[in-house]
């Protein structure tokens, strides 16, 4: 049973910077993809990210540029780093595992493992 554990949001101003951890336990992190995802008040949750196993990503253009992903496998965990933060990222996060199909990593169906979220608060 594969487990992950979100940490790291929190309540930032515009320009700020923050750090998500993603902890996989169960599953050996090298051999997983893991995604990360976000879900705004009233909205659909909506693909950010993705880390592929040989660590290369890729992001959602809203993003890119602002936004890294990095992976220690030693620690089984993944960073979702997030720097010059707007008001329009505030959501919940989460991120999210599994054999995922290179045509459907943008997509929640192709994630079948996912933690329960943390919360990142972005004012103006």
């Known amino acids: 049973q594969v487990q992950l554990v979100e940490s790291g949001g929190g309540l930032v101003q515009a320009g700020d910077s923050l750090r998500l951890s993603c902890e996989v336990s169960?599953?050996?992190?090298?051999?997983?993809?893991i995604g990360w995802f976000r879900q705004a008040s009233g909205k659909e949750r909506e693909f950010v990210g993705v880390s592929w196993p040989g660590g290369l990503a890729e992001f959602v253009s809203s993003v890119k540029g602002r936004f890294i992903i990095s992976r220690d496998n030693a620690k089984n965990t993944v960073y979702l780093q997030m720097n010059s933060l707007k008001p329009e990222d505030t959501a919940v996060y989460y991120c999210?595992?599994?054999?995922?199909?290179?045509?459907?990593?943008?997509?929640?169906?192709?994630?079948?493992?996912w933690g329960q979220g943390t919360q990142v608060t972005v004012s103006s």
């Open positions: 169960g599953r050996i992190l090298s051999s997983r993809t």
């Open positions: 999210a595992s599994g054999l995922v199909a290179i045509d459907d990593y943008r997509q929640t169906y192709a994630y079948a493992n």
